[in-house]
C-alpha cells in the first residue's frame, strides 16, 4: 500500500517527478531511451 502512496505523492508533485520516481523504481530511462538507454 505504501507504493501507491509514494506514486499518489509524485503524481501530485508533477508528471516530471512522477517520471524521474518511475527511473528510480526501475532503474531505466522512460523519457530517453536514445541518449542513456541503449548503448553498443
Known sequence: M???VALA???A???VA???EL???FGC???DTN???RRA
Do not use: F, H, P, V
Request: no cysteine.
Open 2 to 4: 505504501d507504493e501507491d
Open 9 to 11: 505523492q509524485a503524481l
Open 13 to 15: 508533485m508533477s508528471e
Open 18 to 20: 512522477y517520471m524521474q
Open 23 to 25: 527511473q528510480l523504481r
Open 29 to 31: 530511462d522512460i523519457e
Open 35 to 37: 541518449n542513456n538507454g
